[in-house]
């Protein structure tokens, strides 16, 4: 496994699209949050149900997209150019070659989240003032809920990805869904109560100060996001395995 890993670490350092994307999720994070904090007035400041904790983890469900399309990149790219008939020949066991990417992109993209979600979070707390969320363990965890909000999506999302194996199918099932489609079923009623359990819209519970609906919280949320991504990854390492390159 550490040779696999490594073999993934020298593709993601010495490719281009991965330093493009981590460099603009960062400043799309930063950007974001100097906005979120500094647009809100008084008066939504002061409006009953002002969920301080929500507006600061506002901008991690756009930042993540760039990180789940880095994801997705790293998988479908080597089947685009070819180069996933040398990995294998490099890594013969395809299920540890499969686990190294997936693994390592998603811890990869935990690490960015942790250096884009906890700055930008402090600088819209910094902008609302005496409105800003109470320190404590409670709103710690609903930053670190983040973070991993953002590595389960990735992961999902190489899974799937796997699946499909073009980078095109992928983005265009799952950047409609991430970006609309979850949001419009939420609103649809009898579909709604359905759509809730989603992934990104389980999963996006976290980013909720409130904590939650009257059926999924925070945490219980993150652990159907969890389901999810360990379905799409197992099917994933399914395909890899029986399908031919």
């Known amino acids: 496994m550490k040779h696999a890993v490594s073999a993934e670490w020298v593709k993601l350092t010495t490719l281009r699209s991965p330093k493009w994307s981590s460099a603009v999720y960062l400043v799309l994070m930063i950007g974001l949050a100097f906005v979120y904090g500094m647009v809100p007035g008084e008066r939504q400041l002061t409006a009953p149900g002002f969920d301080p904790v929500g507006l600061g983890l506002s901008a991690v469900p756009l930042g993540m997209i760039v990180l789940v399309i880095m994801g997705i990149l790293a998988v479908t790219g080597e089947y685009a150019s070819g180069s996933i008939r040398s990995s294998l020949l490099a890594v013969p066991d395809r299920a540890r070659f499969y686990y190294a990417k997936v693994g390592l992109v998603s811890l990869v993209s935990g690490v960015l989240a942790v250096v ?106 993150l652990g159907v996001l969890t389901v999810w991504t360990v379905g799409a990854v197992a099917l994933g390492q399914g395909m890899t395995v029986r399908r031919d390159v």
């Open 116 to 221: 884009g979600v906890v700055p930008a979070f402090l600088i819209v707390q910094s902008g609302i003032g005496e409105h800003r969320a109470p320190t404590g363990l409670a709103t710690a965890g609903h930053v670190a809920g983040a973070v991993l909000y953002t590595m389960l999506l990735v992961a999902f999302s190489m899974g799937v990805a796997t699946l499909l194996r073009s980078g095109a199918a992928a983005l265009s099932i799952l950047l409609p869904l991430f970006f609309m489609l979850s949001t419009i079923l939420s609103n649809i009623p009898g579909v709604g109560e359905v759509a809730r359990f989603l992934p990104d819209v389980a999963g996006g519970m976290v980013l909720r100060g409130s904590g939650g609906d009257e059926v999924l919280g925070a945490w219980s949320g």
